[in-house]
């Protein structure tokens, strides 16, 4: 068996997320065109008859500035030490920059092989991508250049094969059907943070977390159809209630994800709710709150807190 961890690295918004959640066929992985979406290092588990691929979805790389921030680099690089091969991705519809220098400067100290990975490549000429890969080349020692569609699937078949090659033979570390090491507290307040961010803007994005307080099992009891309320037969239906607390920095930002006759926060909660009765299989009733927490960013016990679930 070829057994191994493979750290998905790269600037913010390259499609890292979106990769893992179609390796792995299903969403473990919360999406955003936001900056700084992952914010911890999240594993997904691909086992085959060839092996386990032990896949480590990393924050966005970036210069620190809060402590959150610092946090998130310090996942990242601990990935990079503990990875057998790092699979960096860049974004073939943006330009060569800064960022990217940074990436590859941060990248430039590690023996660790790299799979240099061209995502997009479904929505830009041919051409472009044979420019990238002249670009990108000779920047770090790749051992191969594959160009590929995290949210087509282009090429992932091709990029499955190749990490094989450069996993050490060892025994599986997880059983065949985990896919996953997330808790189920963690992957709730993710979706809840997926679909608050899907609808903020500006600074929000980065200033709000969300913590699961309660996850309680309830039952409800329904009245069913009858001809007459005497003869009507009472059913039990389980239910989810979910009581979950969403920090903000100002109380300005408290009013803008509450929105005018709180019509933003409902949205966000039915949006949540109805993929959390998916995932869970049952009725879910969803109690939202919206909290200030001041400088929550720099403040060791609410991060602690967040990251905890």
């Known amino acids: ?11 913010p918004n390259v499609g890292k997320s ?43 790389i970036h210069k620190p500035l809060h402590r959150l921030n610092k946090r998130m680099m310090n996942f990242v690089h601990s990935s990079l030490e ?13 330009k060569f920059g800064h960022g990217d220098q940074f990436v590859i400067d941060t990248l430039k100290n590690i023996s660790t092989p790299i799979i240099l990975l061209i995502n997009k490549v479904d929505i830009v ?30 090429n992932i078949d091709v990029l499955e094969e190749k990490i094989y090659d450069f996993l050490p033979d060892a025994e599986k570390i997880y059983a065949d059907d985990e896919i996953s090491d997330q808790s189920q507290r963690f992957l709730l307040s993710e979706i809840i943070r ?14 709000t ?4 307080d309660m996850i309680e099992d309830r039952v409800k009891h329904k009245r069913s159809d009858a001809s007459s309320p005497d003869s009507a ?11 979950a607390s969403i920090f903000v920095e100002r109380d300005t930002h408290r009013k803008i994800v509450i929105g005018k006759h709180a019509h933003l926060i409902k ?11 998916q995932i869970l299989g049952m009725k879910v009733f969803l109690d939202l709150a919206v909290k200030v927490k001041a400088k929550w960013r720099d403040s060791p016990d609410v991060l602690d807190l967040i990251e905890g679930q």
């Open 18 to 60: 979106t990769l893992l959640n179609n390796i792995l066929g299903q969403k473990v992985a919360i999406i955003s065109d936001k900056p700084q979406t992952t914010r911890i290092s999240i594993l997904g588990i691909k086992t085959t008859q060839k092996g386990q691929i032990i896949f480590v979805d990393n924050p966005g």
């Open 233 to 243: 037969s009472v059913k039990e239906e389980k239910m989810k209630y979910i009581r």
């Open 1 to 11: 068996m070829k057994v191994g961890y493979v750290g998905l690295i790269g600037r």
């Open 82 to 94: 503990t990875s057998d091969l790092v699979n960096l991705l860049i974004d073939a519809t943006q």
């Open 209 to 212: 977390a969300v913590y699961i």
């Open 125 to 154: 000429k041919k051409e472009n991508v044979l420019l990238i890969i002249d670009q990108y080349k000779d920047l770090l020692d790749f051992k191969e250049i594959i160009p590929i569609s995290a949210l087509k699937g282009t």
């Open 267 to 277: 949205a966000i909660g039915t949006q949540a709710r109805q993929e959390m009765e």
């Open 194 to 207: 997926e679909k608050l961010l899907s609808h903020v803007r500006k600074e929000l994005p980065f200033v």
